[in-house]
């Protein structure tokens, strides 16, 4: 079992940056895909951003040009950089990993609150 650690949330303006982490338990250049998710009360949980083994990454439209998916390997830890943050970006992110045979991933953080708010 995977465990990930999420953290780098907080209350920012509209307009503004966080970074987000998620630390691994296990080395994360043995997993196919780690991805940042995020859900509004009420929603569905939606795909963010994910980044592969082998270097590909991938962005919700919502999030393109504003948000940076990267992992460093030698410290088993994903970030998710948000820039130019709008109200609706405010919401609950997790951090996930997935199986190359997996369609939905196995492993779950526990959920980092990102606030955007004047």
């Known amino acids: 079992q995977v465990q990930l650690v999420e953290s780098g949330g907080g209350l920012v303006q509209p307009g503004g940056s966080l970074r987000l982490s998620c630390a691994a338990s296990v080395s994360i250049s043995s997993i196919y895909a780690m991805g940042w998710y995020r859900q509004a009360p009420g929603k569905q949980r939606e795909l963010v951003a994910y980044?592969?083994?082998?270097?590909?990454?991938n962005y919700a439209d919502s999030v393109k040009g504003r948000f940076t998916i990267s992992r460093d390997n030698a410290k088993n830890t994903v970030y998710l950089q948000m820039n130019s943050l709008k109200p609706e970006d405010a919401t609950v992110y997790y951090c996930?990993?997935?199986?190359?045979?997996?369609?939905?991933?196995?492993?779950w953080g526990q959920g980092t609150q990102v606030t955007v708010s004047s």
């Open positions: 996930s990993a997935t199986r190359l045979t997996d369609r939905n991933p196995f492993s």
């Open positions: 980044t592969t083994s082998s270097g590909i990454t």
